[in-house]
């Protein structure tokens, strides 16, 4: 069994960076998929980025690309999420999740563990 906990939200301004982390205890595997969703206020959960734990290769969603950046240590068990260029509509609770595999990567029902969720705001 896995579990996560996240930190590094907060409050920044448009065109601020953060990263969040995602610490990964328990029983880890080769074939782990970590990834990062968010979701706003009435709004539904979205997916963000991805990585394979095993090997690195990484995903992102649309509205991220070429902004966001997820990285892993696995010495370290450990997942980040560095954002970039943030934007107002960037604001929700980000929630780091795990996969049993590493395939579909980009759909929330391919996760089985679930963070607590860490709150970024974007505001001036």
């Known amino acids: 069994q896995v579990q996560l906990v996240e930190s590094g939200g907060g409050v920044v301004q448009p065109g601020d960076s953060l990263r969040l982390s995602c610490a990964v205890s328990g029983r880890v595997f080769g074939r782990l998929g970590l990834g990062w969703f968010r979701q706003a206020p009435g709004k539904e959960r979205e997916f963000v980025a991805a990585i394979s734990f095993g090997d690195g290769t990484t995903y992102y969603g649309e509205s991220v690309k070429g902004r966001f950046k997820v990285s892993r240590d696995i010495a370290a068990r450990t997942v980040w999420l560095q954002m970039n260029s943030l934007r107002s509509e960037d604001t929700a609770v980000y929630y780091c999740?795990?996969?049993?595999?590493?395939?579909?990567?980009?759909?929330?029902?391919?996760?089985?563990?679930w963070g607590q969720g860490t709150q970024v705001t974007v505001s001036s």
């Open positions: 999740a795990a996969s049993p595999g590493i395939l579909d990567l980009w759909m929330s029902s391919s996760y089985d563990t």
